[in-house]
């Protein structure tokens, strides 16, 4: 008897377990995209309202989307006929694709289901991300113009070589540069996060750093202005008079000058770090 009511028990837990999982196994989607011209570099953007975009670079000519919507089904297809020459317009809750002329556009806009883009791109691709509310962007292995925006979740950008202009309102930023394209301006910045950019050490630039309740930090040797923390202009409209403005920026150069990279966080730490050859 006792055996049996071991038995029993262990079932039932066994059968709770069981549907545990299963409740919170989400679905997914996978599309391949395929490029007008493979042999020209890809734009992709890619726009959602609630979740995470993850990309990663490949040895490869299609854009390769995965989606997960954890906790939810995934959303109704709303055509299974032939859409040779159609496009998809976007409607709430629904992913749409879009391709033109190797410009890739992703959109998702459900108000209430998140959902988890993880995409492979060629690895010298431009990208323009933007998650709108809850979410974080991450990207590994891609070589190109960089923009990203992420409103409440860290920015995380791993092995990346290009520009990057790269924000986030509610979050950190965190940067492996391993190679810059010269002459081009970059920008980081977060409201309320820490700035973490590291750099390879031939970095050339001039620098813009501000933070106003933390604490700036380099690996590099900075040549500051010395106008550094004032400025003076003589636009106060009386003859004869200036004004001086104080402020928590400042500015220098790194191994002679270069393009500007700026550096803005409102509440959090600067770290400009040296990568090692």
């Known amino acids: 008897m006792e055996k049996f009511i071991k038995y029993v028990l262990a079932t039932i837990l066994c059968t709770a377990l069981t549907a545990t999982a299963f409740s919170q196994e989400s679905d997914s989607d996978h599309f391949t995209i395929p490029l007008s011209d493979p042999s020209r570099e890809a734009t992709v953007k890619v726009n959602i309202y609630k979740g995470s975009i993850t990309v990663k670079g490949y040895d490869g000519k299609e ?23 159609l496009k998809r317009i976007a409607v709430s809750g629904v992913p749409a694709f879009d391709e033109d002329n190797n410009t890739v556009t992703i959109r ?14 060629p690895r010298h691709t431009t990208l323009v991300l933007n998650v709108a509310t809850h979410g974080e962007i991450k990207i590994e292995q891609v070589h190109g113009e960089m923009e990203v925006n992420a409103i409440s979740g860290n920015v995380t950008l791993t092995d990346v070589a290009g520009s990057v202009v790269a924000h986030a309102m509610s979050g950190d930023v965190n940067v492996t540069l391993k190679e810059i394209d010269p002459g081009k301006p970059m920008s980081f910045s977060s409201m309320s996060g820490n ?42 409209g009386e003859e004869g008079k200036f004004k001086i403005k104080f402020d928590a920026t400042a500015k220098g150069s790194i191994n002679g000058g270069g393009p500007e990279i700026q550096f803005k966080t409102f509440s959090g730490n600067i770290y400009i770090r040296k990568l090692s050859q």
């Open 195 to 236: 700035i973490d950019v590291s750099f390879p050490e031939d970095l050339k630039a001039n620098v813009s750093m501000s933070s106003t309740n933390g604490e700036i930090y380099s690996g590099f040797d900075i040549k500051l202005d010395s106008r550094t923390g004032q400025e003076r202009s003589d636009d106060s």
């Open 108 to 121: 998702y806009n459900s108000l209430s289901n998140p959902a988890f883009f993880t995409l492979q791109v």
């Open 63 to 85: 854009i390769i989307v995965d989606i997960e919507y954890p906790g939810n089904r995934r959303p109704e297809k709303l055509h299974q006929a032939d859409t040779t020459g």
